[in-house]
């Protein structure tokens, strides 16, 4: 696994953790991962790049040392960049989407319209559509009793505008039954001081958890009676 953050975490046995110790900025660390590590990329048989913006070290191992790579498209990268008002960034991943998919071996899909997006670059004899998966045995309901003096609203997710939490903010409290709603939210992000002065001047009663390990998330998610993506 090669990560971007100089991190530290438990894994299973037999991974092994790549990190940028030298703590370099991820845009410089993209171009210079493939030489800092080349003797473990060299080892690797298939790269599996997590999500689309990834690529690039990617891409360089396969042109270096011509390892298959196989890459999750997840959403429309360009049109958040848009949204989050970095329009070079924008740009230059709409340049990535035009050029460099149609080099890689494989590409994952998590919807059909993305689907239908990705096949105007790539061969659709190249496209996986693999939806999200859950571990239902994990993730379940625990027959929660209903206490609607203690309404439990949770949200998962970076404190970023793709979200939309000001209008779940704005909603609750517009609520008649404001007073009875608890929220949390599971993530951190840049919108967290503006999204803690809304909750104060709406007078919405808020919890947020900045890290959570997934494997504490299910309990937290049992003890809710409602989910807002």
Not at 37 to 46: F, I
Not at 111 to 117: D, E, P
Not at 153 to 163: F, H
Not at 166 to 176: E, P
């Amino acid at each position: 696994i090669f990560s971007y953050l100089d991190e530290e975490y438990e894994l299973p046995k037999g991974c092994i953790l790549i990190t940028n110790d030298k703590k370099l900025h991820r845009y410089l660390y993209m171009f210079l991962l493939v030489w800092q590590h080349r003797s473990k990329l060299r080892d690797c048989d298939v790269l599996r790049v997590l999500q689309f913006p990834g690529i690039i070290p990617a891409i360089l191992s396969k042109l270096f040392f011509k390892t298959p790579v196989f890459v999750t498209y997840g959403y429309k990268y360009h049109e958040f960049a848009t949204l989050e008002n970095k329009p070079i960034i924008a740009m230059l991943l709409k340049l990535l989407e035009n050029t460099v998919l149609k080099y890689v071996d494989g590409v994952i899909v998590t919807t059909a319209s993305l689907k239908k997006h990705v096949s105007q670059f790539v061969n659709i004899k190249k496209i996986h559509l693999i939806p999200n998966g859950v571990d239902i045995n994990l993730f379940k309901p625990a027959h929660k009793r209903f206490n609607p003096k203690d309404i439990r609203v949770i949200s998962i997710g970076r404190l970023e505008i793709q979200k939309n939490y000001k209008n779940l903010i704005s909603a609750i409290g517009q609520s008649k039954y404001k007073e009875n709603i608890n929220l949390t939210l599971v993530g951190n992000g840049s919108l967290k001081k503006e999204i803690e002065l809304l909750v104060t001047d709406l007078e919405v009663n808020l919890k947020i958890i900045d890290v959570l390990p997934h494997n504490k998330l299910p309990k937290l998610l049992q003890k809710q009676d409602l989910f807002v993506l």
